[in-house]
């Protein structure tokens, strides 16, 4: 089992940045990727970006050069950078882990933060 514990969420105007974090405990030799996803009411949940182990990242494409994603694994934590934030990126911000075991893949969820860009 891994638990996801997410910070840093917020109201920020257009053009603002925030960084949000996600702090992993539990089994967390089994985690292989962490990242984050988003959610607007009503929509599918979206990849934003992820970085696996060994510090390969992977990003949505819209969001490549403003979003960077980073992970301090003597914290056992992720980072995302957000950067020139624009209203679309209102969301609700899901960390996401997934791991790997003898029984397969599994994911793992943090609680959610809000991000609100708007004047």
């Known amino acids: 089992q891994v638990q996801l514990v997410e910070s840093g969420g917020g109201l920020v105007q257009p053009g603002g940045s925030l960084r949000l974090s996600c702090a992993a405990s539990?089994?967390?030799?089994?985690?292989?990727?962490m990242g984050w996803y988003r959610q607007v009411s009503g929509k599918q949940r979206e990849l934003v970006a992820f970085?696996?182990?060994?510090?390969?990242?992977n990003y949505a494409d819209s969001l490549k050069g403003r979003f960077t994603i980073s992970r301090d694994n003597a914290k056992n934590t992720a980072y995302l950078q957000m950067n020139s934030l624009k209203p679309e990126d209102t969301a609700v911000y899901y960390c996401?882990?997934?791991?790997?075991?003898?029984?397969?893949?599994?994911?793992?969820w943090g609680q959610g933060t809000q991000v609100t860009v708007s004047s």
């Open positions: 970085i696996t182990s060994g510090t390969s990242t």
């Open positions: 539990g089994s967390i030799s089994t985690i292989y990727r």
């Open positions: 996401n882990a997934r791991t790997i075991e003898l029984r397969g893949t599994s994911d793992y």
